[in-house]
Each structure stands twice: as structure tokens, then as C-alpha cells.
């Protein structure tokens, strides 16, 4: 196994590797115990290895593929309830934030209790969210059960089903992660026309409970997840084994230490990423479909039905643009980087978003969802490969928790932003003119400045060597 996957972990992860009998201590070599058992688990090709990442990718069909479908409901409630546009809003952009703010905490529970339990945690809260949301009789009860509920669940499932494929896909990763991530392309594609038909005959609440029946699926995936021992461990006494039950290694420096804040200081061009992802994706891609369907109707845009339809072909779209990087990327091209390619495809979001507010027509509406797609597809494929590229798989978990939980303060207000734009004007245009507008500052910013902080990395990396060696 390759370097970058060293035990740093603790809990029911060490637990487990107590099993195996193994934990770390660098005097002694367990290299054969350890690719004996990796071998058993058929990590990197073995067809375990890629079920895992066939359960990853159902678990964000349902992450990203149902918040995307809220805009169709967006409409359905505001009419519903007859609430203003920024109220309706604060239900998604309390989900999403929810989603990425508890990324730290989710990150800390993916280490300390395992990826299975945390996942299967995450499945049940967020159907009981669900569930809870069927019965609203005001929308603040939906702020709760979509909201905070399902928010908090998907949160719970989305840093597990990213962390867990890179210890099981290596060599093959570009290609594992691309398959993951098409999961909210599917799943956008597939839900929006279902829900459509689910509200036409049973009204949003029977949708609500379909969908908490649904979403129960995920704890099936998780049951699959098995994280595969790291590398370097050492027997566990019994005595120390009945000490990690007990306590669950959830003492603050355990805690301190899982959250990892060392990773900024180690890798500067994380720093970038982080606020890349803040302003591009936060602030600028997530709230923005939630409002799809809104500006169409408001444009005269078509029939309810065929309206329907720009979430399913923006879920297309992004199907193929999240496969679209990787044949670049298994080429290790030196011209087209993960990090170059991450700042075109928001710049280029952006620049979509800004330019299909010029449509008018449905086929002119159809090109932009599509586009949008495309590049917002792209987009969160290379997002997971370019944090594993800056801090490497042990780390990945920790990188994705504090960039989820930076994104989500940004995602908690953009929707809403983009809401009041429109109650202050009446115009959806202006709440494009935003998205559109911040995707294109964040892309230019990570081109502008990726060549920089790439050499600083390089210069820190060697230093970090270098002391290496004096040791």
C-alpha cells in the first residue's frame, strides 16, 4: 500500500484492526500480514474494492441527486405555503448547510466510529427527516426535517462514501472517483421526473414519505463499507482493547488530532482550494438549481411538465462531465492538472450561468442546463481528486470535512441571497447574475494563482525532506 496511507485513526478502526492484530509501531514489520489482508479485501481491481465504490456511488445519488431535485418542489411549497421567495429558500440553504457545515464532525465520527456506522447513522437521520418533513403544517417544521434532519443525515453519509474509495482504488482512482461522483448526476436525473410524477398523484407529502423509504437504501450500502487496515500497526493487549471500548477514543485530543488543523500549515495550496471551493462552489454552483425551475416559470418558459425536464437534462449532463476529466487525468497529462482543470470548469459555470440568462426559449434554457451541467459535473469530480492530489488518502477525510464545513456557511446564504434579490426586484435574472458572476471570480482566482501556490508545495515538500533526512 502506498505510503500515504499510514495509521492515524482510532476507535472502532482500531478495534477492528485489533482483530486483524494489527497496529502501529515502527519498529516492527507487518508488511506481509498487511498485503495478505488487503489482498483478502481485493483492494485496487478486486471486485470487493469496486463494490464498495458502487455503494458510494448510490449513497451520493441520493446526497446530491434529491437536494438538486428541490427544484421542483421549491415551487410546489412556495405556492403551498404562499411564502415569499428568500423563506422558501431557507430550506435548502439550511440542508446544504447543514450537509457541509458538519463536515469536521462528521470527520471526527468517520475516524473514530467507522465508516459503516457513521454511514448507517447518516441514512437513518436523514429518512426520519424525511418522514418528519410529510407532516408540516408550516414551513418551518420543513427548515427542521429537510433542513437540519436530512442536512445533518447526508452529512453524516457524504465524507464516508468520498474517504472510503481511495483506500480501496489506487491505481485506477481517477476512474473509481469519476463513477462515485456520477451518483448525483444519476440521481438527479432519475429522482426529478420521479418526484414530478410522485407529487402529481400523491400530493409533496406522499413524495416525502416515498422518498424516506427510498433513502433507507443507503444503510444497505453501508453495511458494505469495510475500511481496509493501515498500514504499520501493532497487536492491542486486551487491557488497551476494553480501555478503547470504554472511553471510544473521544477524548478532546483525540479529537483535536482527527480533525487535523496540520494539513494547512503541510500543504499551503490547500488554502486556495479551500477558498475556491468556498466562493466557486458554495456561493456560486449549489444553491443555484434549487432556482432552475423558478426562473423558467417566471420567463414563461413552457408547461409545468416540460419545465420539469431542465433538472433531469442538467442530471445528464453532469453524468458525462463527471466522467469527462478522467481520461485526462489516468494520462497524467502536465499541461492539463486536476488543479487547472478544477479552476476551468467553475470558470466556466460561471461563464455559462452569466450567458444563459439570455435564454428565453426552452431550447435555449435546454443548452444552458446543459451546460451548467456539464461543467458543474466536471466540477465535483475533480474536487475529491484534487484534495487527494494536495494532502494524499489518509488526509482526505479531514481536507473534504473543513472544506464542507467553510462551503456550508457560504451555502447557508447564497440561496437565500439569491432569493431576496429576487423579492427586491422580481427578477430571477439578478440572482443569476450572481451565481454567474462569483463562479467566474473563484475560477480566475484558482488559474491565476495555482502555479504559485504549486511551487510553494513543491518548496515545502522539499524542506519537509530535507529535515527528514537530518532525523
Not at 70 to 98: E, K, M, P
Not at 176 to 195: D, M, V
Not at 377 to 389: A, D, P, W
Not at 400 to 410: E, V
Request: net charge positive.
Amino acid at each position: 500500500m502506498d505510503s500515504d496511507v499510514k495509521a492515524r485513526a482510532g476507535g472502532s478502526d482500531y478495534d477492528e484492526n485489533a482483530k486483524i492484530g494489527l497496529r502501529e509501531d515502527r519498529h516492527v514489520d507487518y508488511s506481509a500480514q498487511r498485503d495478505e489482508h488487503l489482498k483478502g479485501l481485493g483492494v485496487d481491481g478486486g471486485f470487493y474494492a469496486w463494490l464498495v465504490v458502487l455503494c458510494s456511488h448510490v449513497c451520493l445519488m441520493f446526497v446530491f441527486g434529491l437536494y438538486q431535485v428541490f427544484g421542483n418542489l421549491f415551487v410546489v411549497l412556495q405556492h403551498y405555503f404562499d411564502v415569499s421567495s428568500a423563506r422558501t429558500a431557507w430550506i435548502i440553504g439550511t440542508h446544504i448547510c447543514f450537509l457541509h457545515i458538519l463536515g469536521p464532525i462528521a470527520g471526527v465520527l468517520t475516524k473514530k466510529l467507522g465508516y459503516r456506522t457513521t454511514t448507517m447513522a447518516g441514512g437513518v437521520l436523514s429518512s426520519m427527516g424525511y418522514f418528519i418533513s410529510s407532516f408540516a403544517h408550516n414551513i418551518e417544521i420543513l427548515y427542521l426535517g429537510i433542513g437540519v434532519l436530512v442536512g445533518t443525515g447526508y452529512a453524516l453519509i457524504l465524507f464516508p462514501s468520498f474517504g472510503i474509495v481511495p483506500f480501496y482504488v489506487k491505481k485506477k482512482y481517477a476512474l473509481a472517483n469519476a463513477i462515485s461522483t456520477a451518483g448525483g448526476g444519476i440521481g438527479t436525473f432519475i429522482f426529478a421526473p420521479l418526484f414530478r410524477v410522485l407529487v402529481k398523484h400523491y400530493g409533496w407529502r406522499g413524495a416525502l414519505i416515498f422518498f424516506s423509504g427510498l433513502n433507507a437504501q443507503t444503510c444497505v450500502c453501508a453495511a458494505l463499507y469495510r475500511a481496509p487496515a493501515k498500514v504499520g500497526l501493532r497487536k492491542y493487549t486486551p487491557k488497551e482493547t476494553i480501555s478503547n471500548r470504554r472511553h471510544g477514543n473521544l477524548t478532546r485530543a483525540s479529537i483535536i488530532d482527527a480533525l487535523d488543523f496540520q494539513l494547512f500549515v503541510d500543504h499551503p495550496k490547500s488554502i486556495l482550494f479551500l477558498f475556491v471551493s468556498v466562493v466557486g462552489i458554495g456561493m456560486g454552483f449549489m444553491g443555484l438549481p434549487s432556482h432552475l425551475i423558478a426562473r423558467a416559470e417566471m420567463t414563461g418558459i413552457g408547461d409545468a411538465t416540460s419545465r420539469s425536464w431542465f433538472l433531469s437534462m442538467l442530471g445528464a449532463s453532469s453524468i458525462i462531465g463527471r466522467f469527462a476529466p478522467t481520461p485526462i487525468l489516468l494520462r497524467e497529462s502536465s499541461l492539463f492538472t486536476a488543479s487547472r482543470m478544477f479552476g476551468g470548469a467553475i470558470l466556466c459555470g460561471g461563464l455559462s450561468t452569466l450567458i444563459g440568462v439570455l435564454a428565453v426559449t426552452y431550447t435555449g434554457y435546454a443548452v444552458y442546463a446543459c451546460l451548467f451541467g456539464f461543467f458543474t459535473g466536471s466540477t465535483f469530480n475533480l474536487v475529491t481528486y484534487v484534495m487527494k492530489e494536495i494532502v494524499g488518502s489518509e488526509r482526505l477525510v479531514s481536507a473534504a470535512a473543513f472544506s464542507a464545513f467553510f462551503t456550508g456557511i457560504a451555502t447557508l446564504l447564497s440561496p437565500v441571497l439569491a432569493g431576496l434579490l429576487y423579492d427586491a426586484t422580481g427578477n430571477y435574472n439578478n440572482s443569476f447574475y450572481y451565481y454567474g458572476a462569483i463562479s467566474t471570480f473563484a475560477g480566475l482566482m484558482m488559474l491565476t494563482l495555482d502555479p504559485w501556490t504549486s511551487r510553494l508545495e513543491l518548496e515545502r515538500q522539499a524542506k519537509r525532506h530535507a529535515q527528514s533526512l537530518k532525523l
